[in-house]
C-alpha cells in the first residue's frame, strides 16, 4: 500500500509528520481529496479542518488558512496554526467564540469586523475539531 508523507508546519515549529493514506482538505477551490501519485500542486487553504486517513485511525487538525503543498509522495501545509484535538484548549476557543460574536453584534465604529469574522471562524473551527 502506497503512503503519503505529511508535514505541517507552523512558525511556532512542526505540529506532525507521518505517513498517512489519504489526505482530504478544503482548498479556497474547494474540497480536495489528495491520495498517493497526486499530480503537484499549491493551494491556498481555508480556516477549516483537514482530515488524515491512515492505516487503522484518522486525524483531524485544525488549520488556519495557509498553503497545501503537493508532491507525488508528499504534502506539506505551511499554515499560520495547526492543532491536533489534543493539543486544542476548549475553553479559550470557547472564550474567543464569545469574545467575537460579542464585537460582530456591537454597533461601534471601531469594531475591526473582518478581523471578529476571521477570530470566530477560528474558534470554531477548533471547537468542530475537537467534537470528531
Ligand atoms: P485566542 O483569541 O484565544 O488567542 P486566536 O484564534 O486569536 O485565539 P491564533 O492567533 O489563531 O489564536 O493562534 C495563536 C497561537 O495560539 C497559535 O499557536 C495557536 O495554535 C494557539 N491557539 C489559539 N487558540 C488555541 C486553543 N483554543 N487551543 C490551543 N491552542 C490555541
New binding site residues.
Partial sequence: MKTLAVSVV?P?GPVLEDTFQMVSCKAESGELGIMPGHIPLVAPLTISGVRLKGENSTDTLAV?GGFLEVRPDKVTILA????LPS????E??R??KE?AERRLQSKQDDIDFKRAEM?LK??IN?LDVTQQ
Fill in positions: 507552523t511556532d488556519n499560520q496554526s495547526a492543532e493539543s486544542i484548549d476548549v479559550r476557543a472564550r474567543a469574545r477570530a477560528r474558534a477548533r
